[in-house]
Antibody, heavy 126, light 107 residues
Framework: QLQLQESGPGLVKPSETLSLTCSVS??????????WGWIRQPPGKRLEFIGT???????YYTPSLETRLTISVDTSKNEFSLNLSSVTAADTAVYFC??????????????????WGKGTTVTVSS | DIQMTQSPSSLSASIGDRVTITCRAN??????LNWYQQNPGKPPKVLMF???NLQSGVPSRFSGSGSGTDFTLTINSLQPEDFATYYC?????????FGQGTKVEIK
């Protein structure tokens, strides 16, 4: 059974870099079948899609964050990571990692997040 | 970015009720619309993808419909475990975006 687990500091100072890792178990990131993603949820706000990475290292970053964002993958450790630089209080959120699944039917390919980590709370404060 | 708006933002219902949640996109997204359920302190769980396709393992009392800009999630015969917050999400264009959520509470 595929499981994802986020890890990283719960408290980050303003202007510093937020670094999180998502460890994958019960499946291999390197099987080249899936995209892997990061999503966050600020307190009391809607979910926000951050970006994705493929096992090859190809990435997608949401435009509002791409100047500060790096997502990478380490297939040897079966994990992928997020680095968000120059953080502010607006980056305070629960951060989730997830697998992006693709279901193809009737000439459509539907992407959705089918397996999620439990989430980790990150607070930006001095 | 495509804006997703859900209505209502919250609703109160009783066990056994039929509940309908609406999601509207500010431009056509064909049927690239997913629905998630989230309980407090938990990650979201996908219920529907492609607007009307039930995710494996999700009870059949959940159903989805719509295309273009207007979509609905219907829960027939609401059960105790259904009291949660529901989010729609479009996967038509990047960046993928979510609705603001609809909280289903016990009446």
């Amino acid at each position: 059974q595929l499981q994802l687990q986020e890890s990283g500091p719960g408290l980050v100072k303003p202007s510093e870099t937020l670094s999180l890792t998502c460890s994958v178990s019960g499946g291999s990131i390197g099987d080249n079948s899936y995209y892997w993603g990061w999503i966050r949820q600020p307190p009391g706000k809607r979910l926000e899609f951050i970006g994705t990475v493929f096992s090859s290292g190809n990435t997608y970053y949401t435009p509002s964050l791409e100047t500060r964002l790096t997502i990478s993958v380490d297939t040897s450790k079966n994990e992928f990571s997020l680095n968000l630089s120059s953080v502010t209080a607006a980056d305070t959120a629960v951060y989730f990692c997830a697998r992006l699944y693709s279901d193809s039917r009737n000439f459509y390919s539907y992407y959705y997040m089918d397996v999620w980590g439990k989430g980790t709370t990150v607070t930006v404060s001095s | 970015d495509i804006q997703m708006t859900q209505s209502p933002s919250s609703l109160s219902a009783s066990i056994g009720d039929r509940v309908t949640i609406t999601c509207r996109a500010n431009q056509s997204i064909s049927n690239y619309l997913n629905w998630y359920q989230q309980n407090p302190g938990k990650p979201p769980k996908v219920l529907m993808f492609g607007a009307s396709n039930l995710q494996s393992g999700v009870p059949s009392r959940f159903s989805g419909s719509g295309s273009g800009t207007d979509f609905t999630l219907t829960i027939n015969s609401l059960q105790p475990e259904d009291f949660a917050t529901y989010y729609c999400q479009q996967s038509y264009n990047t960046p993928w975006t979510f609705g603001q959520g609809t909280k289903v509470e016990i009446k």
